[in-house]
Nanobody
């Protein structure tokens, strides 16, 4: 079983920055796409950004130019640098990876989520 542990959330003022990290562990054979999603109260979970194993990235329009996703393949870690934060960025942020383990085919895994609160 693949475990994902997120860190880096917290309370920040509007205009500030946070950096989220997500480490994947377990009997991992390979990881394809790593991504960040978020869910605000009363809203559906939505994609924030994703990155492939080769470094291709995809961003939601509302974070382009403010957020940067990156990964360290050697550490099975994905990061989300969030700058110029706005109150509407307040949400629980979830890490998601598509991984193949030594005993299972590729499938998606979710972290437990980390709260990001932006005060205006």
């Amino acid at each position: 079983q693949v475990q994902l542990v997120e860190s880096g959330g917290g309370l920040v003022q509007a205009g500030g920055s946070l950096r989220l990290s997500c480490v994947a562990s377990g009997p991992i054979f390979s990881i394809n796409v790593m991504g960040w999603y978020r869910q605000a109260p009363g809203k559906q979970r939505e994609l924030v950004a994703a990155i492939t194993s080769r470094g291709s990235t995809n961003y939601a329009d509302y974070v382009k130019g403010r957020f940067t996703i990156s990964r360290d393949n050697a550490k099975n870690t994905v990061y989300l640098q969030m700058n110029s934060l706005k109150s509407e960025d307040t949400a629980v942020y979830y890490c998601n990876v598509d991984a193949r383990t030594i005993i299972t085919d590729i499938r998606g895994y979710w972290g437990q989520g980390t709260q990001v609160t932006v005060s205006s």
